[in-house]
Nanobody, 118 residues
Framework: VQLVESGGGLVQPGGSLRLSCAASGFSISRYTMSWYRQAPGKAREFVAAISSTGGNSDYADSVKGRFTISRDNTKNTVYLQMSSLKPEDTDVYYC????????????WGQGTQVTVSS
């Protein structure tokens, strides 16, 4: 099982970025997938989640109305469209997949850095 994030970078306040999370080793179509973020010295925090079919999504209050999570099960990929970015959105963003077997561990990607700065 592998999750590979991409799409991070440096963007000015008010700008946009789209992150991608490509999964391999399993089919994401059966699972809720999530994005988290983490700043140095801080706990990893929830950003957004999307149900297996994409019919339901959930967001942290801090990103509601600015971020949109989506998925393409045919490409085994999850996306995070980020708009109206703020300096406080600067973090490493991680893709998360749940434990595929009850009692086993969840999965994380290596993270992609997003920096919002002028």
């Amino acid at each position: 099982v592998q999750l590979v994030e991409s799409g991070g970078g440096l963007v000015q306040p008010g700008g946009s970025l789209r992150l991608s999370c490509a999964a391999s080793g399993f089919s994401i179509s059966r699972y809720t997938m999530s994005w988290y973020r983490q700043a140095p010295g801080k706990a990893r925090e929830f950003v957004a989640a999307i149900s297996s079919t994409g019919g339901n999504s959930d967001y942290a209050d801090s990103v509601k109305g600015r971020f949109t999570i989506s998925r393409d099960n045919t490409k085994n990929t999850v996306y995070l469209q980020m708009s109206s970015l703020k300096p406080e959105d600067t973090d490493v963003y991680y893709c998360n997949a749940p434990a595929l077997i009850p009692g086993s561990s969840e999965y994380w990607g290596q993270g992609t850095q997003v920096t919002v700065s002028s």
